[in-house]
């Protein structure tokens, strides 16, 4: 599932976060940075699902 998660990011960022966390602090983060460059967006959004807890897998 993250193999999904990662290409929804490197094709729109926060679509892939919103997969991840929902609406939350992450989401509009990513959304400005992707807003102000696509490859801030695509860097914030990869981190992010690969940085997960593995406790909520």
Sequence with gaps: MDLVRIILAVILPPLGV????????????????TLLGYIPGIVHAVWIISSRDPARA
Excluded: R, S
């Design 18 to 33: 919103f997969f991840q966390e929902g609406l939350g602090k992450h989401f509009w983060l990513n959304v400005l940075l």
